[in-house]
């Protein structure tokens, strides 16, 4: 499967998706969507892909002027589309590849002291609450002071102990946006 990159300097260039029932790619409307909302933190910003698939939305947040995108995958398949598209678009040297479960490599990347401007998360839809509220734990973590950590989910998570500022509904999935305030 493949998709087309929607705007900026890669614009219409073709990237890899996997093949596989265990990865769902965000749509480009969907992606259109959520950089119309975030293009005003985008510029030079570091990007964070969490069950980042293809990468497509990581590749998106640099061909729209992120300065750097990390990208955490466990998939085989998917990995491999992620380095054969970042090749493809000499993108090596403005990203990184977490080849781990997601907690591992958030935990990782808090040992480390890394911070992200922006976080995009797409878990499978499967994925436990608990589990989900402790990745957007560990990814609030990890966003810089007046971050925003989006989480895409196929419901709307009501009874989740985690508050957003904003949730949108978006098609068929929630657009649910946190931001790590001042102080």
Not at 86 to 104: A, E, G
Request: include cysteine; hydrophobic fraction near 40%; charged fraction near 25%.
């Amino acid at each position: 499967m493949k998709l087309r990159v929607i705007a900026g300097q890669f614009k219409g260039q073709l990237i890899l998706a996997p093949d596989n029932v265990s990865t769902r790619p965000t749509t480009g409307r969907f992606r259109e969507s959520f950089f119309n909302i975030c293009q005003t933190t985008l510029k030079e910003s570091s990007f964070l892909d969490i069950f980042a698939g293809s990468g497509a939305m990581g590749i998106e947040a640099l061909s729209r002027g992120a300065a750097f995108a990390t990208f955490i995958e466990s998939d085989k398949k998917a990995l491999s589309c992620i380095k054969k598209n970042l090749f493809s678009l000499s993108l090596q040297s403005q990203s990184r590849i977490y080849p781990l479960d997601v907690l591992k490599a958030l935990r990782q990347l808090e040992k480390k002291k890394e911070m992200f401007t922006l976080i995009y998360c797409d878990p499978p839809y499967s994925l436990s609450l608990d589990t989900l509220k402790e990745v957007v734990e560990k990814g609030l973590n990890t966003l810089e002071e007046e971050g925003r950590f989006f989480l895409e989910f196929g419901q709307d998570l009501k009874d989740f102990s985690i508050i957003p500022k904003t949730v949108r509904k978006m098609g068929k999935s929630y657009l649910l946006e946190f931001v790590k305030e001042k102080g």
